[in-house]
């Protein structure tokens, strides 16, 4: 069942390069520079009238979430607001019908995300579900769903759904930026190309695993993790923190890197590993920054970089390849660095990687 690996997870991880294909499989044409999403049913005109979207989730999918919210902003000009289900439900939303609800839920079950788009709803919003499950609760309460082509997932931790559900977020935005005239076909065409070649790069990293291992065992025995990006790393960040904690345990903060001198560098000292996704963009600069701030207090700093850096082991201790891609894409690759390291992190303690204490895989009371 597990095919030869140890556990789910560790199986679930090197399916990635599988699943995103299929996720991504008959939609990316490449040569018009557009995304095929004939699912979603909204009219030429009604996508040139957005005016601004709600992207509604938990856990690990509202991590996918707010880089959907980066992704849409700029790539569609769609005003867009990335909200936690379980506080929507309960705040008072400011709704006028007009806009969309995206729910992103893989196992299309989770009750406070339900609730949250009936609510949305009942305000006249359209929904849009991003689901694994077909024929989940969620299909039924949306008016229009896109499938992840993940496969069956089992381990308790979200991977292959997690990475999934960030192409088809590229995808959908792709799709309403061409249709609204913000994306250009020539740029459309770029990042066409580079989810394209995801599959193979992921692939790349996951042979070269052992590094990651070596990183993870060195540090197994730490009380505290910080994980720190920014713009569209700053997600990747908060599900590297996610991951570790839920299945091995270690106390881990996720944070945007420019809040950390706003009150938790007072936490940082020699024993806390600091993993900064270091990837090249128009943030690189800033991160090299806060790299600076954190080893000033003595942390290790694990980099997660790319290939053709020459640069960052001068600021990091351990350096964590991946090959380069296109600032917008790359944070699937890091996504995947930082499921390797929770998954050995685990592993080096012999915590229960599939089955972590309290959790369950979907979370149908609220
Ligand atoms: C973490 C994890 C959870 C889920 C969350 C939402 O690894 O799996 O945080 O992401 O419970 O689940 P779905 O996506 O099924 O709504």
């Not at 994306?183 to 990293?205: C, F, H, M, Y």
């Not at 881990?252 to 936490?267: F, I």
């Amino acid at each position: 069942e597990k095919a030869g690996y140890e556990h789910f997870m560790l199986k679930e991880i090197h399916e990635q390069p599988t699943s995103i294909q299929k996720t991504f499989a008959g939609k990316l044409l490449e040569l018009e520079g557009t995304v095929k999403m004939d699912e979603l049913y909204l009219t030429p005109e009604q996508i040139k009238q957005l005016r601004r979207a709600t992207i509604i989730a938990c856990g690990t999918s509202w991590n996918a979430g707010i880089l959907g919210k980066y992704l849409f902003e700029k790539l569609t000009g769609i005003h867009t607001d990335i909200e936690t289900a379980s506080e929507f439900r309960y705040g008072n939303p400011v709704l006028c019908g007009e806009e969309l609800t995206i729910a992103i839920t893989q196992s299309g079950e989770t009750a406070d995300t339900l609730a949250a788009v009936r609510s949305s709803k009942s305000y006249g919003c359209r929904a849009i579900a991003i689901t694994n499950v077909v024929g989940s609760t969620i299909t039924r309460e949306s008016d229009s769903v896109v499938y992840t082509r993940a496969g069956p997932e089992i381990g308790v931790a979200a991977t292959k759904t997690f990475t999934t559900q960030l192409i088809t977020l590229y995808m959908l935005a792709i799709y309403l930026g061409r249709g609204r005239g913000v994306l250009t076909a020539e740029d459309s065409k770029n990042l066409i190309v580079n989810i394209k070649r995801l599959p193979g790069q992921i692939q790349k990293i996951l042979n070269r695993k052992k590094k990651i291992k070596e990183c993870a065992e060195q540090f197994a025995d730490k009380r505290d993790y910080f994980f720190i990006g920014r713009y569209l790393n700053f997600p990747i960040a908060l599900e590297g923190a996610l991951k570790l904690k839920e299945i091995s345990y270690i106390h881990a903060e996720g944070y945007a890197a420019g809040e950390l001198k706003h009150g938790p560098l007072a936490l940082i000292t020699e024993d806390t590993p600091v993993v900064a996704i270091a990837t090249k963009g128009h943030t690189y600069d800033k991160i090299l920054s806060n790299i600076k701030e954190v080893k000033a207090r003595n942390a290790t700093v694990i980099a997660v970089a790319n290939d053709d850096d020459t640069e960052i082991e001068k600021y990091a201790d351990v350096v964590l390849r991946i090959p380069s891609s296109h600032e917008m894409t790359s944070p699937v690759l890091s996504s995947v660095v930082l499921q390797l390291l929770a998954y050995y992190t685990a592993l080096a303690k012999d915590c229960s990687i599939d089955k972590p204490r309290n959790l369950a895989k979907s979370v149908t009371v609220e």
